[in-house]
């Protein structure tokens, strides 16, 4: 049973990185059509293999590393990095009698809570002030929107009763819980942007003034780990949020379509939006997520006590 459940995890590993390679491949055309240009063309059919071509040149290139490096930390952290992206793959409702368990919701947050000291340890352990100021701003940033988005998951959570993502598939057959709470949709939208360092929230690498942040030490593979770990993040923050706010089951096609569909905005939000400024975006955490979203705690709670006490 242990190695079943070994080689269907292992198959589960195979495909998130397949579509994280073909999803960087989707992220360079959009942004070269955005911006008036082709993007990867050349290696293999309209570019396909552009990815796996990338991939081997990351792979293949000496692996460096500063002197005054803290060797440990600094080597270990991608790693980390990239398993926490893919462990956190475990609370997707399959269906199918896979890893789906009861306390999915707690396995993420833990898991997103823990991100961060990857990050933290990159950037500490390069030995570099660029690393350093590019981890404390990550840090920082990640701790702030995980209040909110802990609070937006509250919020729906009191709605369905339970801690299983499976329960919102059944809850929302009929209406979607983005017509019933736009906004919490939106702030969520925002806020994953925010916990996964995207554009327009992407200071810990903002190359005017931190070269390329936490990870400017890192080349090579330590640099494919980084990168591939932030888009897993990427597209599985997509899928949560599908199965949140737009109710569809892992086994219809419907849901895999609206996936591409919100992964789509976190490329055109990139294309699009020029970088925020840094106390904005901590001002925009705590003095406006952070109230409507304990505002929506409060309204959903009551409407739960409300019916619980019209049903008795």
Request: hydrophobic letters at 55%.
């Amino acid at each position: 049973m242990v190695f079943v459940k070994f080689i269907e995890y292992l198959i589960l590993l195979v495909m998130v990185l397949v579509s994280v390679a073909f999803f960087t491949l989707l992220e360079r055309k959009i942004l070269g059509y955005i911006q008036i240009r082709k993007g990867p063309n050349k290696v293999g059919f309209k570019g396909l293999l552009q990815p796996f071509a990338d991939a081997v040149k990351l792979f293949t290139k000496e692996q460096t590393y500063p002197t005054l490096s803290n060797f440990i930390p600094y080597y270990i952290s991608p790693i980390f990095s990239l398993m926490l992206a893919l462990c956190v793959w475990l609370v997707m409702p399959y269906e199918v009698g896979f890893f789906s368990f009861e306390f999915s919701v707690l396995f993420f947050l833990c898991c997103m809570s823990a991100s961060v000291y990857s990050v933290m340890g990159a950037g500490w352990a390069s030995n570099s002030k660029y690393s350093l100021l590019g981890c404390l701003r990550a840090v920082a940033q990640t701790i702030s929107y995980e209040v909110s988005l802990a609070l937006i998951l509250l919020s729906l959570l009191l709605l369905v009763g339970g801690l299983d993502l499976a329960l919102f598939e059944s809850y929302q057959r009929y209406a979607w819980f983005i017509l019933l709470a736009g906004p919490l949709g939106l702030l969520w939208f925002v806020s994953c942007l925010a916990e996964s360092n995207r554009t327009p929230f992407d200071f810990a690498e903002g190359e005017s003034e931190l070269v390329s942040g936490f990870n400017t030490e890192y080349s090579g593979g330590s640099f494919a780990l980084i990168f591939m770990a932030e888009y897993a993040s990427i597209l599985f923050l997509s899928s949560l949020f599908t199965i949140l706010f737009l109710g569809s089951g892992l086994m219809s096609i419907g849901f895999y379509l609206k996936v591409i569909f919100i992964a789509y905005l976190f490329v055109w939000v990139r294309g699009s939006l020029p970088r925020y400024r840094y106390d904005k975006l901590m001002n925009l955490t705590w003095k406006s997520f952070l109230p409507i979203s304990l505002n929506y705690c409060l309204l959903n709670s009551g409407m739960m006590i409300l019916f619980y006490v019209i049903l008795m």
